[in-house]
């Protein structure tokens, strides 16, 4: 043969070989993937070059819009905007309620910059509001979520810490491999229980990093916040690789 065939098929077995190490559901599930820090933070930190306008611009939109969202639950609930401690009763449920569902595709859309950034996929900081076709599964998930990491807090304390971390990759996994809000919270707690204390380790250390960055006068956010959100990037695409239809779990 000619070997104007060979570079294909070196391409082609590349490829075979990284999509090998790439992170899937069911090997998430079956605890087939690493949590290292110090590596996952080294990567994250190579990744925010030409990337921290990215999430910083994610961040702006997200902010803007969180207040706007705020601004309109308040009104038309008939609470005061400028005196939040008198908001009680119904309306002041009703209003949160709708702050939280309006605001969570928004949280999706920043998770999912890092775990795009992460997987060298094409992303702009606009991706805040790529996800509100999602918002009914988002919204119920970060509700099943508080809901249950109280009891959890109730319950002795130790149960709610373990559902907080259990269940810290829910909601890429919605918008990302199109699950139901119970099948992302049960196949993250799942993956996530297989190195459990790897990963509650990564949470510390993400805190951490991200109060030093606040006590240094603030400035040291604007590398904290785009190396922490790829971090969690690069943690999601180790655990569930790219995109992919949604299987059985």
């Known amino acids: 043969m000619s070997d104007i065939y060979n570079a294909p098929q070196a391409e082609l077995a590349a490829d075979e070989v990284n999509s090998a190490n790439m992170g899937s559901i069911p090997k998430a599930l ?30 702006l939109l997200y902010l803007v819009a969180y207040i706007g969202i705020s601004v309109v639950a308040t009104m038309i609930t008939g609470q005061s905007i400028t005196d939040p401690d008198a908001n009680q009763g119904v309306g002041a449920i009703i209003s949160n309620l709708i702050i939280v569902a309006a605001s969570a595709p928004l949280g999706a859309g920043m998770m999912m910059i890092g775990v795009k950034i992460a997987r060298d996929e094409q992303v702009s900081g606009t991706e805040v509001f790529a996800h509100f076709d999602k918002i009914l599964p988002l919204a119920v998930c970060m509700i099943l979520t508080y809901l249950l990491v109280t009891l959890g807090f109730i319950l002795l304390v130790l149960p709610g810490i373990y559902l907080m971390v259990g269940y810290c990759m829910s909601i890429p996994l919605i918008v990302d491999k199109n699950m139901g809000p119970w099948q992302a919270l049960e196949t993250s707690r799942k993956a996530v229980t297989k190195h459990w204390f790897p990963v509650f380790g990564f949470l510390i250390v993400m805190l951490l990093l991200y109060v030093a960055g606040f006590l240094a006068l603030l400035i040291g956010l604007i590398w904290a916040i785009p190396t922490l959100a790829i971090a969690y990037g690069v943690l999601y695409r180790n655990m569930f690789g790219g995109a992919e239809s949604n299987p059985e779990v």
């Open 30 to 59: 079956a605890g087939d993937y690493q949590v290292n820090v110090g590596d996952t933070i080294s990567e994250a930190w190579a990744r925010t070059k030409g990337n921290k306008g990215t999430v910083w611009l994610g961040v």
